[in-house]
């Protein structure tokens, strides 16, 4: 299975602030994804990162909010911009190898005050 | 659009067996998922069924109906350490790996002496 590490691995931030999380997978991946767990619910699809091509962003997430890049085949960044209370959430990177597994990252876990 | 629906809570005996149930409505079926998630972690894949029938795994059991937009998860010989969240997960799209998931609400099940 992909091993796949993400940092940080836990932040408490300041409203109006910009977290950068970083994910990093020990093989190459055609996709890699983001998705949200917000307190007490399950996961939600940010967006799907394409190595070479903007990111897809699933309804209700914007780039401007959850600017995504994508360099190289092992790697994604996904960044909170601007936060709020509200985006306090597990922030996790997501991988797929082959048709039949998906594996997640660790999590991220953001507080915003 | 999709529509996965779980139980919210389940309990069970230790030693006992215990089926999990998801039904779900998607376009563009291609596979699903079982994850496995304690709390403050990450989800843990479980299983991934496409085809109809059983797929076996040891302790666990995943059961997949088409037609009928079915599966269950079955836990046998049930231990304290498999109380968590069990997410249910609809993967839609094109045929390869990691395509996007839509995730259920989670069933947490606790596990009793």
């Known amino acids: 299975s992909a091993v796949i590490s993400q940092k940080p691995s836990r932040d408490i931030c300041q409203r109006g602030t910009s977290l950068t999380i970083q994910c990093q997978v020990d093989?190459?991946?055609?996709?890699m994804f983001w998705y949200r767990q917000q307190p007490g619910q399950s996961l939600t699809l940010i967006a799907t990162?394409?190595?070479?091509?903007?990111?897809?962003?699933e309804s209700g997430f914007v780039i401007d909010k959850f600017p995504i890049s994508r360099p190289n085949l092992t790697f994604s960044t996904l960044t909170v911009s601007n936060m709020s209370p509200e985006d306090s959430s597990i922030y996790l990177c997501?991988?797929?190898?082959?048709?039949?597994?998906?594996?997640f990252g660790p999590g991220t876990r953001l507080t915003v005050l | 659009g999709q529509n996965i629906d779980q139980p919210t809570e389940m309990t069970a005996t230790e030693g006992a067996i215990v089926q999990i149930n998801c039904t779900y409505q998607?376009?563009?079926?291609?596979?699903l998922f079982w994850y496995q998630q304690h709390a403050g972690e990450a989800p843990t894949f479980l299983s991934y069924?496409?085809?109809?029938g059983l797929e076996e795994k040891g302790r666990f059991s995943s059961f997949l109906s088409r037609s009928k937009g079915y599966s269950y998860l079955l836990l046998k010989e049930l231990q304290m350490k498999d109380s968590a969240s069990y997410l249910c997960?609809?993967?839609?799209?094109?045929?390869?790996?990691?395509?996007?998931?839509?995730f259920g609400t989670g069933t947490q099940l606790k596990v009793e002496l």
């Open positions: 997501s991988v797929g190898q082959g048709a039949s597994e998906q594996f």
């Open positions: 069924n496409v085809l109809d």
């Open positions: 990162a394409n190595q070479g091509s903007e990111a897809t962003y």
């Open positions: 998607t376009s563009g079926f291609n596979g």
């Open positions: 997960a609809v993967r839609s799209g094109s045929t390869g790996g990691g395509n996007k998931l839509t």
């Open positions: 093989s190459q991946v055609t996709m």
